[in-house]
C-alpha cells in the first residue's frame, strides 16, 4: 500500500486494538523505513470485553451496564509506547480518554518516543452521566468518562501532550448501537428476545425498546 499510488504512511485496524504484542511490534518494525505511523485504538479485550459499554463505576454498576475500566486503554498505551521506543517507530494513540492514558502519553513523550495522540470533541465535553436514560446516542468506544478524566484530556490537550482533536466519525444504525443495552434492565432475559428476523419490540433497559432485527 505505501509503494501504490496512493503512498498510504499510516494503518491501523481501526476501532480494534490489537492485542497481539509480537504482531505489534512488527507492524512497527515494517513501517519504520519509510517513517510510516502505526495507529492504535487502545482497548485491552480481556479487561473491556464485547459486553462494555460504559465507564466502569458507580453509574455502570447501579444501569447494570458492562464496564470498561481505565486501566484497560492505559495498559494498552504502556505497551505500545514501549514497542515504540524499542524499534524507533512511531506510535499514534486514537481517542485517548483517561487520565492514567494521559499520564503515560505524557512520559513517553518526555522519554523522546515518537508517540502522538488525540482526543474526540465528546470525551472533551460530555460525561458519564449522560448515559443515566440509557439513549445510545451516548454509546461511544471508549466510553464517556467522568470528570478527572474529562479534566485530564483537556489539560493534556493544553499542554501539548494530546496533538489534535479528532472526530472519530463512525456511524452506525440505530439498532446496531442498541443492541449493546439488551439485558440491562431486571428481569429481561434470552427468552424475552425476539429471533433476528422479528420486528417486535425486544427487551431493553426500564422505559426503552428497540426496534428492527438484532446484530451480534
Partial sequence: MHRSAAGVTMFSDDGHCLMNPLLMRRALEWVRPF???????????????????????EISGRLGLGGWPPVAESTIIARDVQLAEATGSRLHVCHVSTAEGVDVIRWAKARGIRVTAEVTPHHL????????????????????????HIEAVRAALADGTIDVV???????ASHDKDHAFVDARPGCSASSRPSRSSSRPWCGPAGWTGWGSRTG
Fill in 35 to 57: 517513517d510510516g505511523v502505526i495507529a492504535q485504538h487502545s482497548q485491552d479485550s480481556y479487561l473491556a470485553g464485547p459486553g462494555a459499554c460504559c465507564h466502569e463505576g
Fill in 125 to 148: 465535553l460530555l460525561d458519564t452521566s449522560e448515559l443515566e436514560g440509557y439513549d445510545t446516542t451516548f454509546k461511544v468506544n471508549p466510553p464517556l468518562r467522568p470528570d478527572e
Fill in 166 to 172: 479528532a472526530t472519530d466519525h463512525a456511524p452506525h
